[in-house]
């Protein structure tokens, strides 16, 4: 690790509403200075100096509902059918694009195989693997006919679901990923009207299973985060002790009331990104307008905007991450939903970065070290050519990020930039500017870059 004086940038420290223009001095991986306006650090203090060139430098992003193990399965039942050695393969590439993508964390909300998360997050941690800072999950703890269940009764299929029936049965699965060395448990305690057997506003695991699930895992000393789209599930995860609720969609007034009662100890994220793509862009990849009504999908996002402008009014933390990793949501467009909050959900886009900034740090168990830039935090940073503040647009996709530093470390420098290109699906090179609308699946990786005038 070295040095760095970062000088001539617009700062937005995640703090403060608004961005100044400033210096930030990195010595190792902790920032050491924050300097405003007239101010100026001694450049005697760093072995190298950046010039930002007057754009803007803001915390490292956290993707909070993590899916690096989702490589683009038109059904669930796809993700069993991956031999594991290509799919460890293809998560490793999830890794490193989504922090070409500006995302210097992740929360895993599950992996499609026991150990493939915890594998990734070893080979990050460990120095071999370029990716974010990632905490590791299991698959889903689902039961019988719940979320995750693809099996028929003449046939089985495996997805992204652990299944276990009872309290014994989920005690032991939730050991089961504990041994194996996840840091955070997930249950879904409802369905999802993307599955015909479980609908969204049916609750399938019990609650006596559930409590039994999160207390065994806070045993272990694991994080606990479920799947709760229906108000009764919300209900049941509060009650159990659940740490991180997502989805939340249909929450009534009792839920909300709940939640906002434990708002100091609970984060919820709407994983919104898979809805929205649905609904709106679902002609990308064949699903008509007659599909997505069969679905309930246009009530489940006028229930997921109320609720989530309610969230806002009663200051519930809320953390972005919209289910990427479909071939409907491909890893990539992460970013987007922290445009999403400012359009659908009235945030600022202030709010909406933090969301996707300090929230996100919170739920990573760095709060007050991510997420923020000042003194003594970690050194997890992005400069951006635009404002996000403005745009939030800017921050979707790797194209327009000239810095990305984690924790001291150069995996983007901005000293080094050249343009880039990516390939679309028939293998054609496109310059990676604008990037919105151009969005990358987990097949369409961004090549190295290349000099002037080769693209």
Same mark, same amino acid.
């Given at each position: 690790? %070295?040095?760095?004086?970062?000088?001539?940038?617009?700062?937005?420290?995640?703090?403060?509403?608004?961005?100044?223009?400033?210096?930030?001095?990195?010595?190792?991986?902790?920032?050491?200075?924050?300097?405003?306006?007239?101010?100026?650090?001694?450049?005697?203090?760093?072995?190298?100096?950046?010039?930002?060139?007057?754009?803007?430098?803001?915390?490292?992003?956290?993707? /909070?509902?993590?899916?690096?193990?989702?490589?683009?399965?038109?059904?669930?039942?796809?993700?069993?059918?991956?031999?594991?050695?290509?799919?460890?393969?293809?998560?490793?590439?999830?890794?490193?694009?989504?922090?070409?993508?500006?995302?210097?964390?992740?929360?895993?909300?599950?992996?499609?195989?026991?150990?493939?998360?915890?594998?990734?997050?070893?080979?990050?941690?460990?120095?071999?693997?370029?990716?974010?800072?990632?905490?590791?999950?299991?698959?889903?703890?689902?039961?019988?006919?719940?979320?995750?269940?693809?099996?028929?009764?003449?046939?089985?299929?495996?997805?992204?679901?652990?299944?276990?029936?009872?309290?014994?049965?989920?005690?032991?699965?939730?050991?089961?990923?504990?041994?194996?060395?996840?840091?955070?448990?997930?249950?879904?305690?409802?369905?999802?009207?993307?599955?015909?057997?479980?609908?969204?506003?049916?609750?399938?695991?019990?609650?006596?299973?559930?409590?039994?699930?999160?207390?065994?895992?806070?045993?272990? %000393?694991?994080?606990?985060?479920?799947?709760?789209?229906?108000?009764?599930?919300?209900?049941?995860?509060?009650?159990? /002790?659940?740490?991180?609720?997502?989805?939340?969609?249909?929450?009534?007034?009792?839920?909300?009331?709940?939640?906002?009662?434990?708002?100091?100890?609970?984060?919820?994220?709407?994983?919104?990104?898979?809805?929205?793509?649905?609904?709106?862009?679902?002609?990308?990849?064949?699903?008509?307008?007659?599909?997505?009504?069969?679905?309930?999908?246009?009530?489940?996002?006028?229930?997921?905007?109320?609720?989530?402008?309610?969230?806002?009014?009663?200051?519930?933390?809320?953390?972005?991450? /919209?289910?990427?990793?479909?071939?409907?949501?491909?890893?990539?467009?992460?970013?987007?939903?922290? /445009?999403?909050?400012?359009?659908?959900?009235?945030?600022?886009?202030?709010?909406?970065?933090?969301?996707?900034?300090?929230?996100?740090?919170?739920?990573?168990?760095?709060?007050?070290?991510?997420?923020?830039?000042?003194?003594?935090?970690?050194?997890?940073?992005?400069?951006?050519?635009?404002?996000?503040?403005?745009?939030?647009?800017?921050?979707? %996709?790797?194209?327009?990020?000239?810095?990305?530093?984690?924790?001291?470390?150069?995996?983007?420098?901005?000293?080094?930039?050249?343009?880039?290109?990516?390939?679309?699906?028939?293998?054609?090179?496109?310059?990676?500017?604008?990037?919105?609308?151009?969005?990358?699946?987990?097949?369409?990786?961004?090549?190295?870059?290349?000099?002037?005038?080769?693209?």
């Amino acid at each position: 690790m %070295g040095s760095y004086l970062i000088k001539n940038v617009t700062v937005w420290d995640g703090i403060e509403d608004a961005a100044y223009p400033g210096e930030v001095l990195v010595e190792g991986n902790y920032i050491t200075g924050v300097a405003r306006g007239s101010e100026h650090i001694d450049a005697g203090r760093a072995a190298e100096v950046i010039d930002g060139k007057g754009q803007f430098l803001m915390p490292g992003m956290v993707e /909070g509902h993590c899916h690096l193990s989702f490589v683009g399965p038109a059904r669930n039942q796809d993700l069993g059918e991956i031999p594991p050695e290509e799919h460890l393969l293809r998560t490793m590439r999830n890794a490193t694009f989504l922090l070409d993508c500006g995302f210097t964390s992740a929360y895993s909300a599950a992996s499609a195989k026991l150990r493939l998360d915890v594998v990734v997050r070893q080979e990050i941690e460990d120095g071999f693997l370029a990716g974010p800072r990632y905490r590791a999950a299991g698959p889903e703890i689902t039961v019988t006919g719940g979320l995750g269940d693809e099996r028929k009764h003449h046939t089985n299929f495996e997805s992204f679901g652990m299944i276990a029936d009872g309290v014994d049965e989920i005690r032991r699965a939730v050991r089961l990923c504990c041994r194996e060395g996840v840091d955070n448990v997930k249950f879904n305690v409802s369905g999802d009207d993307f599955v015909s057997n479980a609908p969204a506003e049916i609750v399938s695991i019990s609650e006596e299973e559930l409590t039994v699930g999160v207390a065994t895992a806070h045993d272990f %000393g694991k994080r606990v985060a479920c799947h709760s789209r229906a108000a009764e599930s919300v209900k049941r995860a509060v009650r159990a /002790g659940v740490d991180c609720i997502y989805h939340c969609d249909y929450a009534d007034e009792e839920a909300l009331d709940m939640l906002e009662a434990v708002k100091d100890r609970v984060i919820v994220g709407p994983a919104f990104g898979l809805v929205h793509n649905s609904v709106y862009e679902g002609d990308v990849v064949g699903m008509t307008r007659a599909r997505v009504e069969e679905m309930n999908l246009f009530r489940k996002i006028e229930f997921t905007i109320a609720t989530y402008h309610e969230m806002r009014k009663r200051n519930m933390r809320v953390v972005v991450g /919209g289910d990427y990793g479909f071939t409907i949501t491909p890893i990539g467009q992460n970013a987007r939903d922290i /445009g999403h909050f400012v359009k659908f959900f009235g945030y600022t886009p202030a709010e909406a970065l933090r969301c996707a900034t300090g929230v996100g740090a919170d739920l990573m168990g760095h709060k007050g070290e991510l997420g923020i830039v000042k003194h003594g935090a970690l050194a997890d940073l992005l400069i951006v050519d635009g404002n996000p503040l403005e745009d939030q647009d800017v921050l979707v %996709g790797p194209a327009r990020f000239s810095m990305i530093m984690k924790d001291g470390v150069m995996h983007r420098d901005p000293r080094n930039r050249k343009p880039a290109f990516y390939r679309d699906g028939a293998g054609h090179k496109h310059s990676s500017r604008p990037v919105q609308k151009q969005w990358l699946s987990v097949d369409q990786n961004l090549e190295p870059d290349l000099p002037a005038g080769q693209i």
